[in-house]
């Protein structure tokens, strides 16, 4: 499995930005995908979790109402809308994958990887 982040890049306080990631080399009708996203000197986070199938969303607190993930089945992808981003939303953000439905807040539970994408805000 591949996961393939892209949308990065610099956003004034306030601002929006888009995050997509392509994922290939396996069926993920079963899989829960994720984003995390890992500060310079911080452990990395979780962000926002889909489950392929249904839907079903989960979002971190500090990230809820401001972002948005979703999913495009026929292009294998995933999305996260972020708006009114905060300097604290600074971080590389990656992209994750799971071998299970349910989605989880826990990083070691996420067996795939992307190679992140950096997102900057300036306040």
């Known amino acids: 499995v591949q996961l393939e982040e892209s949308g990065g890049g610099l956003v004034q306080a306030g601002g929006s930005l888009s995050l997509s990631c392509i994922a290939s080399?396996?069926?993920?009708?079963?899989?829960?995908l994720g984003w995390f996203r890992q500060a310079p000197g911080q452990e990395r986070e979780f962000v926002a979790a889909?489950?392929?199938?249904?839907?079903?969303?989960y979002y971190a607190d500090s990230v809820k109402d401001r972002f948005t993930i979703s999913r495009d089945s026929a292009k294998n992808a995933i999305y996260l809308q972020m708006n009114s981003l905060k300097s604290e939303d600074t971080a590389v953000y990656y992209c994750?994958?799971?071998?299970?439905?349910?989605?989880?807040?826990?990083?070691?539970?996420?067996?795939?990887w992307g190679q992140g994408t950096q997102v900057t805000v300036s306040s």
């Open positions: 080399g396996g069926a993920f009708g079963n899989y829960a």
């Open positions: 889909i489950r392929w199938r249904g839907g079903h969303t």
């Open positions: 994750a994958a799971k071998q299970n439905v349910i989605t989880s807040t826990i990083r070691s539970e996420y067996d795939y």
